[in-house]
């Protein structure tokens, strides 16, 4: 496992979880928001992946506009906390989301995702995947379709 400290533009969460699943048996153990201005987020979180893939994730994380602040590995057991930062966020408008379109086959979730209908709804619908059956095909599908509507 490693540690990395992450900045990147809004929403930095989505970026790092389009690069993390372009890495095989790649996941986020921890995660934990640093610090948040009007147009990037810094974070913090922990790696699990094979030290033979870090270089692709290093890459992928590039790829998707995030800048490597510092990475520490492997990563202990106990962490110390050194500082607590208290950041101001702004609520966002909550959108809601059509969660029943989680209940298709992956296959019938690819194409309604295709049709653009739910792009406003990607990140509440993948937290609800998340927080749910957690099917690696709909969480897939869900990442993909966000990586298109980023490009």
């Known amino acids: ?18 690069s993390v699943s372009s890495v095989p048996n790649a996941r986020i153990e921890g995660y934990a928001l640093l610090s948040e201005g009007r147009s990037s987020q810094e974070a913090a979180f922990i790696l699990h992946c094979a030290d033979h893939f870090l270089e692709d994730f290093r890459a992928a994380l590039k790829s998707q506009g995030c800048t490597i602040k510092q990475e520490l590995g492997p990563v202990v057991e106990a962490v110390e906390v050194v500082e607590v930062v208290e950041v101001e966020v702004e609520e966002e408008e909550e959108v809601e989301a059509d969660l029943s379109v989680l209940d298709l086959s992956i296959g019938k979730l690819e194409e309604a995702l295709a049709t653009g209908d739910y792009d406003d709804q990607l990140d509440a619908l993948l937290a609800a995947e998340e927080g749910g059956k957690t099917r690696k095909g709909a969480v897939a599908a869900l990442k993909a379709r966000m990586e298109q509507v980023d490009d």
């Open 1 to 18: 496992m490693r540690s990395f400290v992450v900045a990147a533009a809004d929403p930095i969460i989505r970026r790092v979880n389009v």
